[in-house]
């Protein structure tokens, strides 16, 4: 039976660092499980200012070293498109969530990327990488990997019923 796709978009201020590695490693995961046909994977800014550009490199070098390749070109969130599109709207720090709930997101389709890592619910944001050096790198993708497995492992599919039709906000 075909089901329509879970959309999942990954949301950070730039779309340079956080987001493409969190979309990168979690699409990365799907497939290794069988199941990245179930998910349609994306990310985006909430700023415009690297709208158009590839992802930074030492985000690339990174998951390029984890064995991922990072293929994105930098988009700003478009509210509009975005919330009728994507069944979860996945921030990396509570400044994105914020962002995310102030442009209308529907509240019960924001979330945090660590929220789903019980341990981590001391320090529930992945730090900003962008001003740091490349050992910032290191510990912010070692942050998203195990936060997109405990994802992967909630939003994948059991043998539920279909993910059901996005009701389109307001
Ligand atoms: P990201 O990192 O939100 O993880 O993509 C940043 C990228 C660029 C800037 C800040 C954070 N910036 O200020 O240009």
């Known amino acids: 039976m075909s089901r329509a796709p879970t959309g999942v978009l990954f949301v950070c201020l730039g779309n340079i660092c956080r987001s493409p590695l969190a979309e990168g490693v979690f699409a990365h995961l799907a497939e290794r499980r069988g199941v990245r046909a179930h998910f349609e994977v994306d990310s985006c800014g909430t700023g415009g200012w690297h709208a158009g550009e590839p992802s930074d490199l030492r985000a690339t070098a990174v998951a390029l070293r984890h064995g991922i390749r990072l293929t994105r070109v930098a988009r700003q969130l478009n509210p509009e498109r975005d919330f ?20 209308g997101a529907p509240r019960d389709r924001v979330r945090l990327l660590r929220s789903f890592v019980p341990d981590d619910a001391h320090d529930l944001d992945v730090p900003d990488p962008y001003y740091g050096g490349d050992d910032g790198f290191e510990t912010v993708y070692r942050i998203i990997e195990r936060s997109c497995a405990a994802a992967l492992s909630e939003l994948a599919p059991a043998d539920g019923p279909p993910t059901p039709p996005l009701n389109r906000p307001g």
């Open 84 to 103: 009728g599109r994507f069944h979860h709207l996945i921030a990396m720090d509570r400044s994105n969530a914020r962002h995310l709930l102030e442009a």
